[in-house]
């Protein structure tokens, strides 16, 4: 065996060798983070614990606290962003608040879709996007659930749509008022 070649077998051996220790490396390596994650996981539930233990002790306050804000808040912000929804689109009629709440009333306080007592969206019966207006005769209550299931469907498409022919009651109160 030349010295060349003797030279040239000991590169790619070290070569080899090199690659397999990066390898065990890499796989160390991996481990090792692996091991931190869990620590740090560990770790921070530790943290959180005190803020979860809080949390717990004082649940009912800060939700009613939560709840006192929202709904101080809600009204103001839910008018002001269907105001201005109209009139981008150019409309210059729009209800008022004591017309809304005046047909929130009319309908029970309650979702005109589902009939459930759940915060009340303004529900455009034919929808801005469609060429509907903002006046309170185009204007029914609806939760945030139905209302985005109703999406750019007018009322009664909605209440045609066959996930909605189950609840009798329903259709009824919606033929009721639709007359
Ligand atoms: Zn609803």
Known sequence: MTDRKRHEQNAKYYAAHREQWRERYAEHREQLSEYYAKHYAEHREQKCEYQAK???D?????RKRQ???YAEHREQ???FSNKRRATKLGLSEHHTQAEWLAKIDLLGNCCFYCGEAKPLTRDHKIPLSRGGGDEIQNILPACKSCNSK?????TEEYLGASHLKDSLER???AVEYLK
């Open 54 to 56: 809080y949390y717990a």
């Open 58 to 62: 004082h649940k009912e306050p800060i």
């Open 67 to 69: 709840a006192k804000y």
């Open 77 to 79: 912000s839910l008018a």
């Open 150 to 154: 109703k999406h750019t469907q007018t």
């Open 171 to 173: 259709c009824v109160r």
